[in-house]
Every structure is written in structure tokens, then in C-alpha cells.
């Protein structure tokens, strides 16, 4: 089945950009911008916008 990745590619490079700031090393940055890329057509599929998940997020929903 097709998945809308719609916004995926900005959440990577929202989360890549974010962690290298925060001084993750490359691999682990890239490693979390992955996992949130990888994630995002879950919460978009439910109906959920791109701000509402960077707050989950960034209030520890979730650790990537």
C-alpha cells in the first residue's frame, strides 16, 4: 500500500538540523531524524499536523 509521505522529508531535515545543533554526532543525528521521518506518516494519517508532533516530541513523547 501507498503511503502519504507528505512533510517526511521536512521532518528529517528539521530533526537532522536540531541534533547536530544540540551536538549529536552525524550518525546519531541522522539516526533520529530517521526514526521521526519514519514516523510521521502514523501521526499524519490520523489527522495530526507537523506542529502538534514537533511539540510531542520535543516535551518527550517519544525518544528517539
Do not use: H, K, N
Request: aromatic share 14%; glycine share 10%.
Amino acid at each position: 500500500d501507498a503511503v502519504d509521505s507528505t512533510a517526511a522529508g521536512d521532518t528529517f531535515s528539521g530533526y537532522l538540523a536540531a541534533a547536530l545543533a544540540d551536538g549529536a554526532s552525524l550518525d546519531e543525528a541522522a539516526r533520529r531524524a530517521m526514526a521521526a521521518a519514519a514516523i510521521w506518516p502514523w501521526f499524519r494519517r490520523r489527522g495530526f499536523e507537523a506542529t502538534f508532533v514537533a511539540l510531542f516530541f520535543a516535551i518527550g513523547g517519544a525518544v528517539l
